[in-house]
């Protein structure tokens, strides 16, 4: 009995040092960047940023370079003639507390994106928070501005890339499971628990032998 608890003991402090990817942690790589933001502008009117997929899946996240207070919401468009159109695809919302760093939008339902297509994220700064951008420093979009529709920011103003990553989880990836979790049975046999396999086999290693002598025992 004491190899048995020794066993469990030694398996769950390998699963707490296992990595986060193998603990089913699924990590939305980057694909899209300008993380360029030498100036900072902010604007009651609605700004956005255009964007093109490097790759199919969904996308989990975009983050700006902001500073400032009060609570900005940054939503998905689709895109016409390189400007936001149609309804919103998502939407997130983040606090503000005033300190000049990349915040995170986490889209909880993650819009689907296509590898070589353009879409926009939109928000709106108000009067105490602002974004930083650069000059055209990203190719394939650019920094808008809505004043009655949606146009390129102005000359007189020297951000034509607002920064900005987008990320995002290739299609088919299925987190392994992180928790024991009770199964309902599909047989005759009692219902079991999934275990994820690196717990079973570390288990498993130092179990057999116990059962093995067991057995000889028996037999003697």
Known sequence: MKRIGLALSLGCLLLACLPAAVMGVVVADLDQSNDQHPLSVGAESDLAQ?????????LTDVELFMNGTGTITATIYATTLGLPTGPAKASASVTLTNVDAWVDF??????????????????NTGTLAAVWGSTDTYANGQGLLKNGAWIPNPDSLAIKDYAFRTYVKAPGTT??????????????????LLLPLSFILF??????????????????
């Open 203 to 220: 288990v498993g290693g130092l179990l057999v032998p116990v059962s093995r002598r067991r057995q000889q025992q028996q037999r003697q």
């Open 50 to 58: 255009t964007f093109t997929a490097g790759r199919s899946g969904s």
């Open 175 to 192: 987190p392994a499971p992180t928790t024991t979790e009770a199964v309902p049975s599909t047989g005759s046999g009692p219902s079991g």
């Open 106 to 123: 986490h889209y909880s339902s993650a819009p689907a994106v296509i590898s070589g297509t353009m879409y926009a994220v939109a928000f």
